[in-house]
């Protein structure tokens, strides 16, 4: 139970618990930094999200549509975008880069950017608004069809609509536009994602 990877459970724990859960990680020799950036290029899952999951990105509509247009522009260069959700506390853009680390260190720098922006617009200096940018490495082409179906599927899984088209933020709609009903079904039976999404990173 200490070792939960629910990204909501440290948050409900008690000074007490806190401390015993780094007094256990310490005694196993966790590492006590964040792990290093994936090297080179291939297919990423690029995924990060608002300090505390708050709704920060989502606190206006107006703000949503600011950022995806934002995100999206800022990272092409970089990054060529194959789909991407972006919700209310946090995001998911699927691609594939020559660089991880150089798509990660522009992420770093929109997400400074826009933080300095919004705290000055709700006067709130010093708030942090983001947790670190993570990257999964696509392993396969049945993880990457997996991948799509979890991206897509996020403002589901998070309560925010009922169906994938119901969501205007998202690459959703134009994966549907490119193929049948039939085969979009097919794709989402074959390629669970049930066992994804645990944490940051995605399931094998």
């Given amino acids: 139970m200490l070792f939960s990877r629910n990204m909501y459970y440290w948050r409900n724990l008690s000074p007490l618990e806190r401390a015993e859960v780094l007094k256990r990680r310490k005694a196993l020799g966790c590492p006590w930094h964040s792990p290093p950036h994936t090297q080179g290029g291939g297919r990423f899952l690029l995924t990060a999200a608002c300090f505390e999951h708050k709704n920060v990105i989502g606190k206006t509509v107006v703000r949503l549509v600011k950022f995806e247009e934002e995100l999206l522009t800022r990272i092409q260069d ?107 079904l097919r794709r989402w039976k074959e390629y669970d994602i049930s066992e994804m999404g645990r944490g940051w990173d995605l399931e094998d």
């Fill in 78 to 184: 970089c990054f060529e975008i194959i789909t991407w959700v972006i919700l209310p506390n946090h995001y998911h853009v699927l691609g594939s880069c020559g660089d991880i680390a150089a798509a990660i260190k522009t992420l770093g720098r929109f997400h400074g950017k826009v933080s300095h922006q919004w705290n000055g617009d709700e006067k709130s200096r010093g708030r942090q608004v983001w947790c670190k940018a993570v990257e999964t490495r696509i392993k396969s082409e049945r993880h990457y069809l997996a991948a799509v179906n979890y991206v897509h599927h996020n403002p589901v899984r998070h309560g925010w609509v009922k169906k994938w088209q119901d969501w205007p933020f998202s690459g959703a709609h134009d994966y549907l536009a490119a193929f049948s009903h039939e085969e979009v």
